[in-house]
């Protein structure tokens, strides 16, 4: 006689059957589907605002900005943001499923908020100095920077506020490599160290930081608070296996 035995780890004290390696990578897939696919389409809408040749540009500038000098070294953390914010959030991924969600919706309203801001609003600043003072590496790093990104569209920053949502993150997960206080705070000190770069490498003005910060606290609440994400965390599938009796 065949019976059906239900795999979980309070019955019959037999572990749960494994997932087959064709099943795990599809809920990977299906995991990643969503961010990648908001991805490819915040990079397309923002290559096409950036090449959108806009008759008027509203100046970005406020008092703080010019109490902020030139430091050229904040090019090394700024430059770290790619990894800091693209690679935590692979790292969520692969590790914590709930944060990953998380993580992925906060930056998406922001983001969102970001490419709907540059097109109503077009904004660009005039605070990059127009020769480098100094001569060195650093400077060579700020000089291909300013190359390759134009200084239009940059309120919010998008730098300052998705460094705040991996710091946010940071704390609220319990994934093992950020698990000690010491990793929580290395982290945090990083992302604050990134948010100053955009200032002193002048890619900011300081009302850039204020409203990315702003913008930053309504997706905390949405997020952490009131528990808005885009998609929820997948529902374990109970799995099944056959026992024979003689």
């Not at 030139?70 to 590790?95: D, H, N, Q």
């Amino acid at each position: 006689m065949r019976k059906y035995q239900l795999l979980d780890s309070f019955l019959g004290n037999r572990p749960l059957l494994a997932e087959s390696p064709s099943s795990a990578l599809l809920c990977r897939i299906r995991l990643a589907m969503p961010m990648a696919l908001y991805m490819l389409f915040y990079c397309v809408t923002f290559a096409l605002i950036e090449n959108w040749n806009r008759l008027h540009y509203t100046i970005i500038h406020t008092a703080v900005d010019d109490l902020i000098p030139f430091c050229e070294v904040f090019i090394i953390p700024y430059l770290m943001w790619f990894a800091y914010s693209v690679g935590f959030t692979f790292y969520l991924f692969l590790k914590d499923e709930k944060s990953y969600h998380e993580i992925g919706t906060f930056l998406a309203i922001g983001m969102t908020a970001f490419l709907a801001v540059s097109i109503i609003f077009p904004n660009i600043l005039m605070l990059r100095p127009e020769t480098m003072p100094r001569d060195n590496i650093f400077t060579d790093l700020c000089r291909m920077l300013y190359a390759v990104d134009t200084p239009t569209n940059v309120s919010p920053s998008i730098h300052v506020y998705n460094s705040i949502a991996v710091m946010i993150a940071v704390w609220k997960t319990d994934a093992r490599l950020v698990r000690s206080r010491f990793a929580k705070v290395l982290m945090t000190f990083l992302g604050f160290t990134i948010i100053l770069s955009t200032m002193f490498l002048k890619q900011h003005s300081f009302s850039d930081v204020v409203i990315a910060t702003g913008l930053a606290l309504v997706s905390y609440i949405l997020v952490y608070k009131m528990g808005f994400v885009f998609i929820r965390k997948r529902q374990r599938r109970v799995r099944y296996r056959s026992v024979y009796e003689h």
